[in-house]
């Protein structure tokens, strides 16, 4: 089992920053990617930026230059660093990562898990 945690939401102001953080935990996993994605009132769940443990990184046209994804060597913590924010940045933020669970040498398995989301509010 893993579990997600984000932190790091808030209200902020137009050109301000944030950073989320989503923290992996569990037993005898591995991150293989993590991602973040945002859903805004009325609007389909987007994917905004992901990190491979590699440390190849992607993001969507809306936010590159201003969102930087990382994720630490032990592959259980994940940040996005959001800069110049943005009214349309407001949204619900949830991290996302596909793992791998492998409780025994010869068993192991993927696993998808979500966090519970974090609000991100840009405003004047």
């Known amino acids: 089992q893993v579990q997600l945690a984000e932190s790091g939401g808030g209200s902020v102001q137009p050109g301000g920053s944030l950073r989320l953080s989503c923290s992996a935990s569990?037993?005898?996993?591995?991150?293989?990617?993590m991602s973040w994605y945002r859903q805004a009132p009325g609007k389909e769940r987007e994917l905004v930026a992901s990190?491979?443990?590699?440390?190849?990184?992607s993001y969507a046209d809306s936010v590159k230059g201003r969102f930087t994804i990382s994720l630490n060597n032990r592959g259980n913590m994940g940040y996005m660093q959001m800069n110049s924010l943005k009214p349309e940045d407001t949204a619900v933020y949830y991290c996302?990562?596909?793992?791998?669970?492998?409780?025994?040498?010869?068993?192991?398995?993927?696993?998808?898990?979500w966090g519970q989301g974090t609000l991100v509010t840009v405003s004047s």
């Open positions: 996302y990562a596909a793992t791998t669970v492998a409780p025994v040498i010869e068993a192991s398995w993927p696993l998808e898990v």
């Open positions: 569990g037993r005898a996993f591995s991150i293989n990617v």
């Open positions: 990190i491979t443990s590699g440390g190849s990184t």
